[in-house]
């Protein structure tokens, strides 16, 4: 049996996280590529990447309380399998309505791997270190992605996005297959009649919202970082240098989370991480120059890894069974999910300058949400 905290058990999370996290890092070029490629005003790339993120929504809300039901390599294999399947498919349409359907039956299925890797990482002995670790993978997973990907979209054509995708899900397949970690807490806990059915702290609901928020300002923006830059005349070499230099400073913000577990309140992070975010997205929404765009773009994914990572951690302090941490596909992605199709409309309708209040409204939101739990006494440092 292979551990959730050995080596191995560990590099398979962490292939499994950045398969079910893909937006995290294909956003900007999946947008960009459906509009340069495929045609599709901003409103429908971003409908269709919402979609995606639709369906992990529906399916970790389906998945997260059976988390203690099922054998999680099974469900994690099976779904990053059939993910595999549908993204295959897509590159033999063309129609905006079978893309839409293909996106959505995609999204179920690496949302069910997402899910059930979320629930393993949440029962860990640190599910705060452990996430970190796994995020830390995100950080090597973007560079590769974006030194890759747009040079394949040049060359192939859109059809080499989706083929990507596929590729990142069949590796996901793969491992997890051969060596997803097994827990013998699991079946302790399944056991016990009221372990699936007791009610989670207030608390939880607080912080889910909160994350929410942050989630939807992050996807709104980034799912247009690319065409911000590139019709605003930065030119598509330089747009990608910073997609480059965003995936390396993406590096930074999980093994940061790590080292300053015991050294920051969460509550300080979850205060501090929604406001720095939508002074970032003024930023990029605004600028007519390339410095302070480039600047700006190049942090905005570090500071949700850096602030849910903490949230993740108080969210596993929070419930011992990994039930509200499996729940995290779910929380994060109904933010990614009205995100692009959000940004999108605003972004038709009142071009990209109102992403920057937009984002200002929301960080408010999270703000006000994560102030609820801020005498909790489990939001405290790890010791």
Known sequence: MIKIDSWKGRLVLMTAHCAGMLDLVALPVWVGALISYYGLDPQQAGGL?????????????????LVLRFQARRMVTIGFALATVWFL???QVSSFGAMLLLHALAGMCSGCGLTFT????????????????VGIAIGFFGVLFYALAPQLLKHLGGSAMF??????????????????????????????????????????????????CI????????????????????????????????????????????????RLSPHTVLLAGPL??????????????????ALAASVLVSIQIFTHTFAFGVLAQLDATGRAAASTPATLMIGAAIGPVLGGTL?????????????????LMAITCFRQVRQHPDLVPSV
């Open 49 to 65: 990447a919402t979609t995606f993120l639709l369906g992990t929504v529906v399916s970790s809300a389906i998945f997260a309380p």
């Open 89 to 91: 498919v897509v590159t």
């Open 118 to 133: 979320h629930g393993m990482i949440g029962r860990s002995k640190n599910p705060h270190r452990l996430f970190a670790t």
């Open 163 to 212: 083929y990507l995708f596929a590729f990142v899900m069949a590796v996901a397949t793969l491992m997890s297959a051969l060596g997803f970690p097994s827990d013998a807490q699991t079946e302790q806990v399944s056991t016990i009649p009221t372990a699936t059915h007791a009610r989670l702290d207030p608390a939880v609901w607080y912080v889910v919202l909160g994350v929410v």
């Open 215 to 262: 989630c939807v300002v992050q996807s709104m923006t980034f799912s247009f970082v690319e065409r911000i830059g590139i019709d605003r005349g930065f030119g598509f070499d330089a747009v990608a240098a910073v997609l480059i230099a965003l995936g390396l400073v993406n590096l930074i913000p999980a093994p940061l989370a790590a080292l300053l577990q015991r």
């Open 276 to 293: 720095l975010q939508a002074m970032l997205v003024l930023v990029i929404s605004q600028s007519s120059t390339f410095i302070p765009y």
């Open 347 to 363: 972004v038709k309708s009142a071009g990209y300058g109102s992403l920057g209040f937009a984002a200002m409204l929301l960080a």
